[in-house]
């Protein structure tokens, strides 16, 4: 997008002009709330499907979708909400996996979290304040003791500490992003994610508005982030999104504004970012507004989800990491894919389809990587976030 403003508005405007097809809403939970719960022996084993929304739009969702899937057959069904959770638009889970997180993507934007109980049962926790406006992405450290916030309409990055039983506390740190200058048709910095390198030491956050990665050193003790480097995209690029390979050296940026790819070399002893040349998304002309990319397990394959193009670019990932090749494109199966996650077993790749408020669902194959769409597409009203257990 070419500017903040439309970034967060587009949504609003389509609605108001009937662009967004309407979906049932899933129903809302009795009390308590309980979540789907796997299948027993000698029926089709299912897992839980948790789905971010906005529910500040009409229409829109109520909250936490919670559904439920079939990893072998890629079917989804609807079954309950958490609510009390205003525009939860993009969810963590606890390395336990005792607790959920979600944004709440507001002008007093929020951290809230949702315990999630052995029986199925949801219950949720309380919200923090963030200290910043339109929290677009959270994180949770490895260790499970710190929760990360990047307040997009602020451009500034926060620190909660979480207890023993994920409940979230006080603020510890908030760091804005003053420097360097916001890059061309932007008003300023835009934090659009904020994450943990695969090293385990260094906390990195992508700014769309000023097209910088920083990296940042968290002491552990206190709670508080040091700035140690920051990697420059070209100006104008509007990073979105960093996504690293298994084996650490090398990351992946979705640049939503210049509708490009970049292989980025990481070096995990100082936490050094080094972007490399633009690439191709696939797409063609125009612009396709490129959401995220994933990288299989292996590190062979990596996938980027296109907006504006409706489209999964498919890439071979070659020398260790390094190098990305572009193989192909495939339709989504619905409009506007904001996100994309696997199943835990990699097995399936699914898709949250912002527009059409709709879930699809691909197999991926081990081999070749190729994505094959399975069942139909799953409504969720204003789906902006998947997260598959």
Known sequence: MTTPTSRRTLLGALLAGGALAAAPSLPRPG???RAPRSTGEGARRTATLFLGTYTSTTPGGTGIGVASYDPAAGTITGRTVV????????????????????????????????????????????????GGAGPAHLS???????????????????VHPLAADGTPGERTDLVAHTAPAPGPGQD????????????GGH???????????????????????????????????????????????????????DNTVVVCGYDPATGVLTPGAPQSTGTGGGTSYPAQLLVTADGRFAYLANRGHNSLTRYAVEDDGATLRLLDTVPVGGDFPRHIAFSPDGALLLAANQKSGT?????????SGALEPVGTPFAAPAAVCVLPL
């Not at 926790?125 to 963030?130: F, N, P």
């Not at 949770?140 to 926060?158: C, D, I, M, Q, R």
Request: with cysteine.
């Open 140 to 158: 949770v450290h490895p260790g499970g003791k710190w929760l990360f916030s990047a307040n997009y309409t602020s451009g500034s990055v926060a």
């Open 188 to 199: 300023g910095p835009h934090a659009h994610q904020i994450i943990t390198a695969p090293d």
């Open 83 to 130: 609510t009390g959770v205003e525009n939860p638009s993009y969810l963590a889970l606890h390395p336990t996996g005792s607790t959920l997180y979600a944004v709440d993507e507001q002008q007093q934007g929020g951290v809230t979290a949702v315990a999630l109980a052995a029986d199925g049962t949801f219950r949720v926790l309380g919200t923090r304040d963030t």
């Open 203 to 257: 906390i990195l956050a992508v700014d769309l508005g000023n097209d910088t990665v920083y990296t940042y050193r968290l002491d552990e003790d206190r709670g508080t982030l040091e700035q140690l480097s920051y990697a420059a995209l070209r100006p104008g690029a509007g990073p979105r999104a960093l996504t690293f390979h298994p084996g650490g050296r090398y990351a992946y940026l979705a640049c939503e504004v």
């Open 31 to 33: 009390h308590p709330g």
């Open 359 to 367: 879930v699809t669902v691909f197999r991926v194959d081990a081999e």
